[in-house]
Nanobody
Framework: QVQMVESGGGLVQPGGSLRLSCASTGITPSVDAMGWYRQAPGKQRELVARITSGGSTNYADSVKDRFTISRDNAKNTVYLQMNSLKPEDTAVYYC???????????WGKGTLVTVSS
């Protein structure tokens, strides 16, 4: 059974930092790309950052130079370090992972990030 467990969300003041984690288990035969998406109230879900199994990354323009995605392949865990947070970063953040060969994508349930003073 596949599980995607996110953690690290919460309330932070503008300019602050948070680190999100997402651990995946049960994806066979292995995990390919992993990523973070977010959905703000009344908006569509959007890509925040993505990382391949080889470590190549891409980011949404709105978070470049502020957010950093990384992963631990041995633990099938992806991280999102978020610095210089802004109120417009407020959203539910979802991680996903794609299974190698099948291409099936699995999603976490989301973790809420609120940036407010």
């Amino acid at each position: 059974q596949v599980q995607m467990v996110e953690s690290g969300g919460g309330l932070v003041q503008p300019g602050g930092s948070l680190r999100l984690s997402c651990a995946s288990t049960g994806i066979t035969p292995s995990v390919d790309a992993m990523g973070w998406y977010r959905q703000a109230p009344g908006k569509q879900r959007e890509l925040v950052a993505r990382i391949t199994s080889g470590g190549s990354t891409n980011y949404a323009d709105s978070v470049k130079d502020r957010f950093t995605i990384s992963r631990d392949n041995a633990k099938n865990t992806v991280y999102l370090q978020m610095n210089s947070l802004k109120p417009e970063d407020t959203a539910v953040y979802y991680c996903n992972a794609r299974a190698r060969y099948s291409g099936v994508v699995y999603w976490g349930k989301g973790t809420l990030v609120t940036v407010s003073s």
